[in-house]
Structures are given as C-alpha cells and as structure tokens.
C-alpha cells in the first residue's frame, strides 16, 4: 500500500510544456454527451418485467395467489450489459484523458517547502550618459590610461558594488545553519531616457548576476535621465508585493532630464503603495572627466560639468519615508547598503521550491495504455457477450 500512495505521490504535475494540448479533452466531453444521448434512447426501449410472475398449473386450473419461485432473468442481463458499456466507456475516458496529459509533457518532482524571511528591493539604476563620467582628476585618468589601469567610470561603480551585494544576499540565502534563512527578492530596473524593468523581483542571484554583468550603459538611450519614469517602474512591480518593507534604492546621479512622468506623479504612486525609496548618489562633484574617442580611434580625456542634484535626491527620500545617502566609491556604495538593510524589518514567507524535475510522460503513457486495455478487454468479454 505504501508503495501505491508513493507511485501516486511521484505523478504530481508541476508544469506542463505545452499546456495547449489539454484543449483535446474537450473530444471525451463530447463523446459522454453522445453516449448520454444514446443510452436514455436505449432505456426507452427497455421493458422492465416484473421479477416474480404467477405459474398457471397444469390443466388450464388457475390458482390464484401461488407464486412460482422462478427468477426472471431478462431485466439483469440487460442492466448488465448497459452497466458493462457504462464501465468500459469510462476506462476508455480515462486512458484517453492520460494519454492526452503524457503528450502535454508533464513534469514533476520532489518539492521543498522552506521558510524564509526577507525584503522586497528594486535598484532602480540610472544609464544616462552622465553615469560614463570618471570621479578622478585629468591627471590621475591619463596617467591610470598610460599605465593601461582599467578606470570605473560612475556606472561601473555602481554595478560592481550591485554585484558584490547580490552575492552577500546569496550567501545569507544559503546559510543551512540559520534557524529562517534571509532572503531578500531583489529586482532591477533601468532609465536613461526611458525606463524599464531589466530583471523583476527574484531570489534567483545567479540570473541577477548574469543579466548585471552582460548590462551597459549604451544599451538604451542615455541622452536624458528619466528618473521619475525609472521610479514608477519599479513602484508599478512593487504595487503587488506583500511583504512588510517595499524600497526602491535610487542609484544616481540625481539630476533630472526628460521623462514622460515627473518626479512629483512618482512619488505619489510610492507613498500610495508604502514603497520607501532610498538614493544613493554617484558623483562626487559637479565636474568629472568623459573620455572621448576621436576619429582614428584614440581615447582622449576632458573635463566636463556633469551637475549633481544632492538636493533632489533629499526631497525623494524625504517624501516616501527613506534616507538619502553619497557614495563616492565602491566602499562608500556598500556602507550605504547595509546601513539600508539595518533599518528594514524584514517579513517571513514560505518558498516552495521543485527540485529533479523529471518527465513524467512515461508514466501516464502506462497507465493509459492499462485503462485502456482494460476497456477493451470489457467490451469484448461482456458488452459483446449479451447482445
């Protein structure tokens, strides 16, 4: 017995890779209505006999009231015979309904519910072109150029300290010896003249990283820097969550250009769905070298004015509940980090995870092929054996 309920347990469905072909179960459906249709025909035909009838003795005398103790059998076996057509219908239903699941692909497997706890955070990140400037000196860039020293411009930075802090999440996640184990779902989102959701809210790191490190600053248009756009994003994904702390930490510059939506409509939408919205500025000052590549392709450096907006990103924070902070380099980006994390509560969920997916089409391929023969075997042994 115990191995009956195991089999049973092993052919839980998880997922299917092409659930479209459920949609031939609508051929049994329609044949139950045919066969609906047909028996009560049948029925109608049907006489039903009285089972005890009276015996007239011999020499034509009636003697009422004596009743023969002989067993009218006509009625059984046509019951028995509609009952037969009845079953063995069904058994067919059955393998048909398996075999239609077995070409679906199914997949199943072993299931893990664990208890976590953790937070919900977007890193909403700027990629206008103000994220390509250096925070050194003229002479410090060219002389790191000279001596072929790979320079991070702003951008860099704050993607290399993203992806130093997924990793920790990670390692929190994996830690076997906590009691509840801490993983926060991180999401990211990007604007530069337009904004859009680069990776939803996941506690797959691995994804998280190979999408971080494969992103560049030219991949959209970097001519303006939508901020209010890039935080609506992020707040439209946040609407549905229901863990306790919802933050959206602002990786930017904080000078606003463009945008279809303004920073005030933004804000509204945060505080309307208690997302606190955390900024983190990168740029240490108003002016930062761009490196520039000339027509025979050599890299030249400048100076340039790339503005700021401390003030800005003050007000955002101010107005959902959160904290604005400077990072001038990858250390100062990660202290800002954790400094965030001590200040949210995090909430407890539960995470079901399928582990050894296996393809469970041989299975239900076995079990229709045995109802199957069993109608048949019905059919031939008994339907057809009283006609």
Known sequence: MDFFFSFLKQLQIDSLETPALLLLLVVPVLYIVYSFVQSSDEMERIQLPSIWYREYPKGNTIQPGIKSRRFQWKWLKTSRRLWSKIIGTMLGLIGFICLTIAIAHPYGGATNENRTEGIDIYFTMDMSASMKAYDYTLDDIQARYRLDVKTPNRFDTAKSTMLQFIQ?????????????????????????????????????????????????????????????????????????????????????????????????????????????????????????????????????????????????????????????????????????????????????SKEVRHDNQIDLSIYYILIAFIFLLLSHLVNVTLVHKYP
């Open 168 to 348: 920790s999440r990670e390692a929190r996640c994996h830690d076997h010896s906590a009691v509840i184990a801490r993983c926060d779902r991180i999401g990211i989102s990007m604007f530069g003249q337009t904004a859009f959701i680069d990776i939803p809210l996941t506690t797959d790191y691995a994804v998280l990283t190979k999408h971080l490190k494969l992103r560049r600053i030219d991949d959209i248009d970097a001519t303006q820097s939508a901020i209010g756009d890039g935080i609506m994003s992020a707040v439209a994904s946040l609407r549905h969550s229901t863990a306790k702390s919802k933050n959206i930490i602002l990786v930017s510059d904080g000078d606003r250009k463009g945008g279809r939506i303004s920073i005030r409509q933004a804000l509204a939408a945060a505080k309307a769905y208690d997302v606190h919205i955390f900024p983190i500025m990168i740029g240490a000052s108003n002016k930062a070298v761009l490196a520039q590549p000339n027509s025979g392709g050599v890299i030249t450096f400048h100076e340039a004015e790339f503005p700021v907006n401390y003030e800005l990103l003050e007000q955002i924070a101010q107005q959902t509940g959160g904290i604005a902070y400077r990072a001038a380099n990858n250390d100062d980006f990660m202290t800002q980090l954790n400094t965030i994390l001590d200040r949210l509560e995090p909430s407890i």
